[in-house]
């Protein structure tokens, strides 16, 4: 069974960056597509960004040019570079392989 562990979330002052990191177990992370949601109370957990295998790349409208995902397949991990942060981008993020499953998510709480 595939489990997905983040760290890298905290406290950011609006502008400012931060680096998700998510370490898939098991053999099929190179196979696998993965990705970043993010969900604060009372909405939808809402995918922010998704690599393929080979690298390619999607973004939501609401973090494109300001996050970037990329992986390295050697190190079973996904990363999420987060820079010009805004308040609005506070909630709990999450790791997924995507079809399988969801990691248990690491806060991110950008003051203004």
């Known amino acids: 069974q595939v489990q997905l562990v983040e760290t890298g979330g905290g406290l950011v002052q609006a502008g400012g960056s931060l680096r998700l990191s998510c370490v898939a177990s098991?053999?099929?992370?190179?196979?696998?597509?993965m990705g970043w949601g993010r969900q604060t109370p009372g909405k939808q957990r809402e995918v922010v960004a998704t690599i393929g295998p080979s690298g390619s790349t999607n973004y939501a409208d609401s973090v494109k040019g300001r996050f970037t995902i990329s992986r390295d397949n050697a190190k079973n991990t996904v990363y999420l570079q987060m820079n010009n942060l805004r308040p609005d981008d506070t909630a709990v993020y999450y790791c997924?392989?995507?079809?399988?499953?969801w990691g248990q998510g690491t806060q991110v709480t950008v003051s203004s």
């Open positions: 098991g053999s099929i992370f190179r196979i696998n597509a």
């Open positions: 997924t392989m995507i079809g399988v499953t």
